[in-house]
């Protein structure tokens, strides 16, 4: 190996719903790939790092990695949940065969993919929501505290209202529409059992509505529509905000990212920027920047 190769770098992006990992050499050739299932913090630091070993492990092993070539692979990991206190202290003193291990939160994982390392924010729009970026050594962050008490403008934001408004309508309190009709539908016309459902619901639970939403509001549902561009509005001022706050540039990301774009206003959706990588690729860079500050 040459001193332009000796390196390799694995990124790993681990997330509620599962967990990516792929090796590249300095050239940015990709060597292997893993996956595996959920990982974050909010299962333990155990089982998080149990899901992320498995997708490294299914990398190296298809890179054929041994132990000599492991001392020479900088990690970097995007991981759900790192903001819970002690999460990454815990994490960095697991012992590991690798030359460095880094870590950072999914969300500025995927910044920086998106951004290739520079400057730059995202808001991701999914089953939860939040603006995050970097900007002239400041760290960004709008929202994403948790649903229901944030993550305005995210699927399960939509999925919250829906339920809510069609109670109302049950109660004969508004009028009912399509929408309304199909979301009682889901608890054969009983408030009770949706009141049944909501003490078992998760915020993914919620999440699971927002296709039935979206779907109305493309059909003209009224009230889907008010929905929806609610949600918009939520997601407008994120973008907004983080401009005014110095990102110089921002990427809409996450599952309801491509159905809401076409509800934004048209000053907002005229400025955001397309990704450049994805999240394993921002965890990349995140290991890159270990041997670089060597």
């Known amino acids: 190996m040459?001193?332009?190769?000796?390196?390799?770098?694995?990124?790993?992006?681990?997330?509620?719903t599962g967990c990516r990992a792929r090796i590249e050499d300095a050239s940015g050739a990709i060597l292997g790939q893993g996956l595996s299932g959920p990982a974050t913090t909010r299962l333990g630091i155990e089982q998080a790092w149990a899901s992320i070993s498995r997708a490294f492990n299914a990398a190296l092993d298809e890179a054929g990695f041994g132990p000599d070539e492991m001392?020479?692979?900088?990690v970097g990991v995007g991981l759900a949940g790192t903001g819970r206190k002690g999460s990454v202290e815990a994490l960095k003193a697991i012992p590991h065969p690798f030359a460095s291990i880094d870590f950072v939160s999914d969300g500025m994982g995927a910044c920086l993919g998106a951004?290739?390392?520079?400057d730059g924010a995202i808001v991701i729009a999914g089953?939860?929501?939040i603006g995050?970026?970097?900007a002239e050594g400041r760290d960004l962050r709008l929202g994403g505290y948790g649903f229901p008490i944030s993550d305005e403008g995210s699927g399960a934001d939509l999925g919250l209202k829906a339920v809510q408004l069609a109670l109302r309508a049950h109660d004969g309190r508004i009028e009912k529409t399509a929408l309304l009709i199909e979301v009682m539908q889901r608890?054969?016309?009983?408030p009770y059992e949706a009141i049944g459902w909501m003490d078992r619901s998760s915020a993914t639970d919620y999440a699971s509505l927002a296709p039935m939403v979206m779907r109305h509001a493309d059909q003209g549902d009224s009230v889907g529509r008010r929905i929806v561009q609610s949600a918009a509005e939520q997601i407008d001022?994120?973008?907004?905000?983080?401009?005014?706050q110095g990102a110089p540039r921002v990427t809409l990301l996450g599952g309801l990212s491509s159905p809401l774009e076409a509800w934004l206003a048209p000053d907002v959706r005229r400025r955001l920027k397309p990704a450049d990588g994805d999240a394993v690729s921002g965890a990349i860079i995140l290991a890159r920047k270990a041997l670089q500050a060597t």
């Open 132 to 134: 995050l970026g970097f």
């Open 115 to 118: 951004h290739s390392g520079r």
């Open 127 to 129: 089953t939860g929501s």
């Open 237 to 244: 001022t994120l973008v907004r905000t983080l401009f005014d």
């Open 187 to 190: 608890f054969q016309n009983d």
């Open 71 to 74: 001392a020479l692979t900088h």
């Open 2 to 16: 040459t001193a332009a190769t000796e390196y390799f770098f694995l990124g790993v992006d681990g997330g509620g």
